[in-house]
Every structure is written in C-alpha cells, then in structure tokens.
C-alpha cells in the first residue's frame, strides 16, 4: 500500500510520455500526494508530491511547453501535497487515539471477562465471545468461572441490549457473582444476591438473563435457569439435548413482577458429559433467508473430545451463516468432564487444585 501512490505517479508519467501530449496528463500527477494521504506519514507525502514535481516539470520540459505552464503544475501540486501532509498527520493522530482505545478496551474485557483456564480440576472448557458493536470487544453478554470452597461455580447470562450500554451491567453481575460464589454455600443464595443487587441498581424496564451452574459434588451439576435460553447437554455417546428447567423463573431484576423463584435443578455428569451455555447471540443469528442457526444440529456435527476444537467449529460455523458479521453480542461456554473426581478431595480443600 505504501508504494501505490509512487505506482500511480509512474502511470501518469508513462500515459504522457506514450500519448506525447504534453499538459492535458500532467495535473494527474497530483493523484499520487493525495492518494498517499491514506496510506503513507507526512514524509512519505511529501516525497511522492517531490517526485511527481520531478516529473512533471521533466515532461514539461520535454514537450516544449511555455514556462508558465510546468510553474502551474508545481504550483498545484505544492497545494494538494501540503494538503494531503495534514491530512496524513491528522489520520496519524487519529489512528494513535484508536489504538489507545482499543488497549483500554481490552483492559476492560481482561478485567470483566476473566480469561478462562483450559483446564479446570476435572473438567475441560472453553469459551468463544464475540461483540456485535463495531470495534468493541465486550458487550452484554457476560461469563464467569470461578473456583470456591464449594466446587466449580459458573455463569452464562445476556444483559438486556448490547454494546456498551450494557457493560456497566454486566460488570455489576459479574462482580456480584464472583463475590456470592464465595461466600455462599448454596447456589440458591449465589442467585438471591445478585436479584438483590439487580433490584438496587437497575431500571424498571432492565433486566439479566442467566444460567447459573455449580459443581457440588463427583457426577453431578447444579444449575439455575433465570429466563435464560436452555443449556444443552451433550452426553459421553454423543446425544444432544436441551436442559429444559422443570419451573421456568424471571430473569434476574424481575423477581418483583412475578411469584415465581428461581429452583434448583440437579443433573447427572459423568466422564465424557458436555455441558454447553450459550447465549440468545447465537441462537437468534439469522442467515440471509431469515433463518435462525441451528445450534443444536450445529453441536452435532461438530461435537468432539475437545472443547476448544468444539467451539471453533461452531463459531466459524455461526459466522459462515449470518454472512461475516453478527448483529448481536454472542456468547458460548463449553464444559466437559474430563476424568473422574478424586474421591480423597472435597470440595472445601479443592480450590487450589480447581
């Protein structure tokens, strides 16, 4: 890109000299300082505004044309390559602000979405997140995986909106729950303490879907729906299916507006079990005849050992069918069981080997 511009001076040199007309080529040549604007520095422009000068004062010359006319050409093109100078630095300075930005951003998503261990005691996971803002790298979808003296304990949800709006919310969930995760013995009460804080801090019209998940004990999941699209689990032979919750409850920062509470849903997870979370995002992604993606035959297909490889497949998949770019932010967590518990660890003494 650096030397197109030098390529579109020395294609307006060969036209004039193959033409031999002389004047009618010659104030082409400021095509070149201006185009090095986008995709050279300052110095850069003034050297190709300096070569085309060269040039066409050397045609000029060579065509015989009156004095008048080369000082013309230079003239012009000493105002389009001082132009194009400032027009270069001020893209400079701008793509300086935006990386500037960007490295803020990815403070943001390292401080609010936590990297998650590819490993984690005896389960596998992984993790593909993408915002539909354009150049944001989070947005209101949320995850989370913590380890606590109670087990594994993690969170999928989808925050009402998307793009930045939304972050404060999510940030605002997820503190709550790595810090209810702690604290809390019952999964139950990890959900109670984000409600009440939803509850203090949301409008009226806001509200967070989501799936809570903890790992209480060997062979077996805990999981809180709170309006949230199903997980699906995936078993050791292969069969997909959707974790419906027994007793559908609200969305979190709905509570009041409904008699009805979240339950606690306990699921058998042997060796071989996946467990994949996900949010609307995918679900919802709509290809060019308004068709939803399947997710569930999509897992299917691309089902295997490894979670990572899993989600790769999925994801490349998802952006194939809406066409390159999602329209909403789309999360998807994917958890394995990898090896049997070790019978001699309890959950209290495990959480430096989780």
Known sequence: ????????VAMVALLDVAAGAGMP???LLAAGPALAASTNGPRGVVCVGLLAAALGVTLAIGHATPAREPAAVVAVLAAVTAASGLASAQ???????????RSVAEAAQHALLQPVPDAVGPFQVAVRYSAAAAEARIGGDLYALVTTPYGIRLIVGDVRGKGLP?????????GVFREAAHDEPDLLAVVARIERSLARNLGPDDFVTAVVV???????LEIVNCGHAPPLLISASGEVGAVEPAHPAP???????SAQAPRLQRLPFVVGDQLLLYTDGVTEARDHTR?????TEGVTRHVSDEPART????????LAHVGGRLHDDAALLLLRKNTADDPACVPSSCEATL
């Open 91 to 101: 893209r400079g300075r701008r793509e300086r602000v935006l990386a500037a930005v």
């Open 214 to 220: 903890g790992h209480p004990r060997s062979g077996h």
């Open 1 to 8: 890109m650096p030397l197109l511009p030098v390529l579109v």
């Open 166 to 174: 939304a972050v404060g919310t999510a940030a605002l969930v997820l």
């Open 291 to 295: 068709a939803f993606y399947p997710l």
């Open 25 to 27: 080529w010659l104030p």
């Open 311 to 318: 989600l790769t497949a999925l994801h490349d998949e998802l």
């Open 251 to 257: 969305p979190l920062g709905l509570r009041a507006l």
